[in-house]
């Protein structure tokens, strides 16, 4: 129990593009969802919390126009990277709550070209 | 702002030796501590957790001590294999943030055959 799926699990773009990054909770319902950034070789980094039905809550210094965040279902979060640029490239993962237990995906190597 | 400080970031140890990873933490609201283990490129699994109202919790070869006085908490593991190698992070949850965990620095637990 308590997986939790991501789509794509890596991606390639040109600088400019959007890339959009989904994040399914496969056998459970998720009212709440994080998006993490890491990279290489440190800790994650929280970039915000997604929540059902409401607006994202943004961490500290994380841009919310650029990173799009749609909870638009119990078990499905979308975060949208718009106008990538080379400095975004990094490991993106998200979790999602079950019984107070974050849960993780399997993470998103995007590189921005 | 919340804090978690983790040591050591690097840990080498034969195999069959045991392994000591601490952590502090600074908001004194946190009640949930749970330790995750990631390999290269995948995704953090959660190991063990803990959470405040107990002072140790152990699964096998792996064990959590708590201190909540001193705001500090322990991984152990006992009779390391080769396959214990990994990047082990401890987290410790945000006060009324919904689940919000911070993550500590990390620490890259080798075990040498």
């Known amino acids: 129990g ?6 794509p699990s890596w991606v390639i773009c040109k600088s400019g593009t959007s890339v959009k990054i989904e994040c399914r909770s ?3 319902q998720a009212t709440t969802m994080f998006w993490y950034r890491q990279f290489p070789k440190q800790s994650l980094m929280l970039m915000a919390t997604s929540n059902e039905g409401s607006k994202a809550t943004y961490e500290q210094g994380v841009e919310k126009d650029k990173f799009l965040i749609n909870h638009a279902s119990l078990t499905l979060s979308t975060l949208t990277v718009t106008s990538a640029h080379p400095e975004d490239s990094s490991f993106y ?16 190597r995007l590189t921005v070209l | 702002g919340e804090n978690v400080e983790q040591h050591p970031s690097t840990l080498s140890v034969q195999e ?3 392994a000591v990873i601490k952590c502090t933490y600074s908001d004194s609201a946190s009640n949930y501590f749970p330790w995750y283990k990631q390999e290269l490129g995948k995704r953090p699994q959660l ?3 803990i959470r405040s109202n107990v002072g140790e919790k152990k699964d096998q070869r792996i064990a959590v001590t708590l201190n909540k006085t001193a705001k500090h908490f322990s991984l152990h593991i006992t009779e390391t294999q080769p396959e214990d190698s990994a990047v082990y992070f401890c987290a410790a949850s945000i006060g ?3 689940g919000k965990l911070i993550f500590g ?6 075990v040498k055959p």
């Open chain 2, 105 to 110: 620095q990390g620490t890259e637990l080798s």
């Open chain 1, 26 to 28: 496969l056998d459970f």
């Open chain 1, 2 to 7: 308590a997986v939790v799926s991501q789509h």
């Open chain 2, 47 to 49: 190991i063990i957790d």
């Open chain 1, 93 to 108: 993962i998200c979790s999602a709550s079950y019984t107070d237990t974050q849960y993780f995906g399997p993470g998103t």
């Open chain 2, 96 to 98: 009324n943030q919904g």
């Open chain 2, 16 to 18: 069959g030796d045991s």
